[in-house]
């Protein structure tokens, strides 16, 4: 099973036949060798692109739940000298957060984590420290998150 970025389908390879997944499947697990995973959803609908049919990624869920959206995108481009166009594949992504129906967009920084969960900054604050999670990175948002629902 893998995941389409440019298409933000999930498609499945069996006896070399590529299957597409359905996107009325509401949320997909994605498991490695290590143990870890991913899960995805395809149920929010946060503005003219991300609509009910893309898929996000559940980086943490609760009261407070975090959300990355990984797209690909096609750019044009050319070289210095060069008449000839190039296409390229461009990543993008975006993180939004998810409290009492309100998505808003975030970036990964300290400043914007303090800035959202505000009303128990302080302990969130100290178990960053204590984890020595920079609170600058995917990992530490996700665990800051995880943490705050747990409060």
């Known amino acids: 099973l893998k995941f389409d970025e440019?298409?933000?389908?999930?498609?499945?390879?069996?006896?070399?036949?590529?299957?597409r997944v359905s996107a009325a499947a509401p949320e997909i697990h994605l498991y490695s060798a290590r143990g870890d995973s991913m899960v995805f959803k395809n149920r929010y609908t946060i503005n003219s692109t991300i609509t009910a049919d893309k898929y996000l990624q559940v980086l943490a869920e609760g009261k407070t739940s975090f959300l990355k959206f990984t797209k690909k995108d096609v750019e044009e481009y050319?070289?210095?000298?060069?008449?000839?166009?190039y296409k390229r594949f461009v990543d993008m992504e975006q993180y939004?957060?998810?409290?009492?129906?309100?998505?808003?967009?975030?970036?990964?920084s300290k400043k914007d984590l303090e800035t959202l969960l505000n009303d128990k900054w302080d302990r969130v604050s100290q178990y960053l420290s204590q984890?020595?999670?920079?609170?600058?990175?995917?990992?530490?948002f996700a665990a800051a998150i995880i943490y705050y629902n747990s409060l």
């Open 6 to 19: 440019y298409n933000n389908q999930f498609a499945l390879n069996r006896n070399d036949t590529a299957y």
């Open 78 to 85: 050319s070289e210095y000298g060069d008449a000839t166009k």
């Open 96 to 108: 939004f957060f998810l409290r009492n129906g309100v998505f808003t967009t975030t970036r990964l």
């Open 131 to 140: 984890n020595k999670l920079s609170g600058k990175d995917e990992r530490s």
